[in-house]
């Protein structure tokens, strides 16, 4: 055993049980901490963040880093110990040429930022978020400035924050084709948008019964009980505390059959990723998915590959209808295939359909690069996005709320991160792709049984934890790079078939 | 400001986040955790817990400390800096004379004899947990003999550390005066069993309904939902992660009305103490209760005094009688207080009624003291128990598991604990009596107004935290300190009246 990354171990243990307590902190604030808690335990938050930081980054972890650096060392060291010291290199390129006093105050920002954002939406007034927003916007600049690397540009350093693998060049490709392909698909089937009856997802569906059968589909689909919980929050969200203890909420809207679903297979997508990150792993800094990307493919994977296929509902429709007799035993599973998959163009990503979701991603990346090019300003954004809005979706905000307000990333300074939800999508597809030509994919959905299927992801994706990156999953798994032309054909055939367009030649 | 204490401050800081935190997972393990989820979680509570001695316990803090006994010092102290710096010096008393390789050893071994204790208690096998409260006693023995002062027993080392104002002699005294009076009180109630009809208790009672109804009750009391929440859990308990985050348990037992009600009126009276502790204490060494006695007065306050009282009934038996019309409809108020209070022999303390649970303590206190002085070998234990169960109830437990298995405390090192429990009800019964000489208590209660009882609690005894000790607050409200005639007149008048026995001339 290497004797420097033997030193390290206790700094990483400390940080690991730092965080590890932050994140069920945030599990208990989202899910059950009373309201007036927030004062007092943020001050309980801010010494684990300090903590946090101190035990990574500090002289002798820093002198530790280095001389793990040398080619000696190096050798000497396991793959997955390897994997480990580039995660904490990065830590340190990411925040060591900050200077502390700069990101202290930068996350103080946030947090009264994230504030006034929510109020503003609330009130939907852009005027009493814009400031805040500019000062955020004026800090990720300044950082990203402080990391930039020759030829680099500074929106590239943030993007690179989230996935090694994408650069500028491979989204604006990536997004280039989604534009050309999926825009005039989204025109014509909005042109269609009365051949598929979806009123019976707005009847009124029991919520203790819909709880009942979230739970059913979470462990249909392999969530592991006793390795994970339930619980109910505003937005759904998954959570771990390490491989086996992995949370996801939902919440429940009684006029609406769909939502809770659909979010529930979301994230027991995420949880089974994080159940199965291997033993090895779990409680290190590679304990966790290889990207934001990768985690979301698993997720939208079950959520949309699987979870609103004909084939996922075939054994288990009737149990539904058994659930809800009244609303649904005139409902057939054609019927209701075709209702969630019902695409149109829409306002708010997080309640958009597969086809119109990744058009409000290509929004919020152009807007993004514009910022970080100085090509708009604060107050011009709002008419930029609504102008977005209308050249690609065909419908314009009717205010700032449906509009530039919806989304919380930008209020605690996530720029950077929103592509990593489309390349969920399009990884999700690649993958999809090869395992239909390597196993009997729909048959072992038409029988119920989802044991290979997830056993193939375990082995060939969850188990590495982050120790192999974006692109090397992909690689090892499909053959080759990211590439996002499965996605793209993968949406217009089923789109094209759902809605029976015609088909180009 | 004093600029020593002003320098300690940062280790205070620190130490609190690490036993909030330490605090939250505790909550989290037992009301909702998943059951794998435990090895991996126990290494975080490791590395806090270890961090929590480390931010308390180091040459600086020690360093610090020593310039703070000063005279001068002392003088610029405000006298909640004094009470926070006299209980940092009794940590540093408790622990600085242990060995830290025996107190990681002692650590080790409670977690391991706590789970024997659980499996010999469900086996109902006293010696295969023998060996282990063996090796605790002997690391008892041997702490207590680092620590122990001229002329102390080591037993009293112990006690010491659950409340500082209570010695054998103290103890010896109380308990005696109980037991003269309560035993015989106790054999003349166990001929009159039949004259109390309490089987309406037993009947099926919908859970969902108990639950809604304890939340009622809690509310009924005072407990502020915007401050705290209740979980459930297999025993019910408080904790707290400040005074503005308290949380209490429950379970529901369908055969049973009376389990969550009153353990639910315990747990919040244990709440309202932790909530109305002054904001300039809280997540401070003095914001928690004066002792473990003082805590369990206020919970017994309100779930004895308070809580089995006809007063407290009259404006809300009603509503629970609608909410079990089948079960209640003929079972009248009195006969229901009769029920509630019904008073007999009994072998497991956590069941007890108000009566017999002195009893209970005297039994552990009793056997504690003889384990100390080397008057008992371990294997002698479950005989002595059982004799002390026939001696002073008049039954034999019919086997180790309700007999000396029962309690948690031992298999964790927890002696000295139990003469809380007793103390708390004294005290709880001291302040009643004097609270009826200043205030029309038992009108409000009639009148369901619990603000002006709940409101001269906090100010006379809450908001004090730790600041005082048990006598201080009993001298500053009562007038006198700790007296435990209160206790004994109080249930000698409740329960002669109760059972229409005749009383002594």
């Known amino acids: 055993m290497n004797k420097n990354f033997e030193k390290l171990k206790p700094y990483l243990e400390k940080a690991m049980a730092f965080e590890t307590a932050r994140n069920l902190f945030e599990w208990d604030d989202q899910t059950q901490a009373p309201i007036e808690a927030a004062d007092y335990t943020s001050k309980v938050n801010g010494i684990l963040a300090d903590e946090y930081m101190k035990s990574l980054i500090n002289d002798d972890v820093r002198s530790i880093l280095k001389k793990l650096q040398d080619d000696k060392e190096q050798e000497s060291l396991s793959d997955t110990e390897k994997a480990i010291i580039k995660e904490l290199k990065k830590t340190y390129d990411q925040l060591e040429s900050i200077p502390p006093k700069e990101y202290r105050e930068f996350n103080e920002l946030t947090l009264v930022s ?18 805040y927003l500019e000062k ?52 014509e089937i909005s042109k269609k948008a009365d051949t598929i009856d979806k009123s019976y997802n707005y009847l009124n569906y029991d919520i203790d019964k819909q709880r009942e059968f979230c ?3 979470c462990g249909y689909i392999g969530f592991d009980f006793n390795r994970g919980v339930i619980g109910e929050s505003a937005h ?18 009684e006029d609406n059959l769909e939502s809770a679903m659909f979010s ?17 792993l779990t409680q290190t800094l590679v304990g966790g998915g290889a990207s934001m990307g990768m985690h979301e493919s698993q997720s939208r994977f079950f959520e949309n590959i699987i979870g609103r296929s004909k084939e996922f509902w075939e054994p288990i429709y009737s149990k539904l209808v058994d659930t809800y007799p009244d609303n649904l ?32 991603i290509i929004i919020r990346y152009e807007i993004e690069k514009m910022i970080f090019d100085n090509e708009v300003s604060i107050k011009e954004l709002p008419e930029v996005w609504n102008k977005k809005y209308q050249d690609y979706m065909g419908i314009t905000p009717p205010d700032d709320a449906q509009g530039i307000l919806q989304d919380t990333h930008w209020s605690y300074g996530e720029f950077g991160y929103f592509p990593s939800y489309a390349i969920g999508s399009a990884v999700a597809s690649q993958i999809h792709a ?4 390597i196993m009997p994919f729909d048959e072992y959905l038409k029988g119920g049984n989802l044991t290979p299927i997830r056993e193939y992801l375990r082995d060939s994706i969850h188990k590495y934890g982050a120790t192999k990156n974006t692109n090397q999953i992909l690689k090892d798994v499909t053959g080759e790079e990211f590439n996002a032309d499965y996605y793209v054909k993968y949406l217009k055939d089923k789109y094209t078939k759902l809605y029976n367009l015609e088909v180009e030649k």
């Open 215 to 217: 739970r059913y589909l």
């Open 329 to 360: 035993k005139n409902i057939s599973l054609d019927h209701f295939i075709n209702g969630i998959n019902k695409a149109a163009p829409s306002l708010i990503r997080t309640e958009a359909d597969e086809l119109s979701y990744p058009i409000h």
């Open 236 to 253: 759904p969200f998954t959570l771990q505390l390490h491989n086996h203890d992995v949370r996801i909420t939902d919440r429940y809207i």
């Open 136 to 187: 955020i916007i004026q800090y990720k600049k300044k950082f990203a400035k402080y990391r930039v690397k020759k030829n680099q540009k500074p929106y590239e350093v943030l993007l690179s924050d989230f996935d090694e693998c994408f650069e500028i060049q491979d989204l604006d490709l990536f997004f280039h084709k989604i534009k050309e392909e999926i825009i005039p698909l989204l025109k």
């Open 114 to 131: 994230n504030r006034k954002w929510a109020k503003a939406r609330k009130d939907n007034n852009y005027d009493d978020f814009a400031p």
């Open 434 to 437: 090869h395992m239909k030509d």
């Open 264 to 280: 529930i297979i979301h994230e027991a997508g995420h949880a089974l990723y994080e159940m199965n990150i291997d033993d090895s």
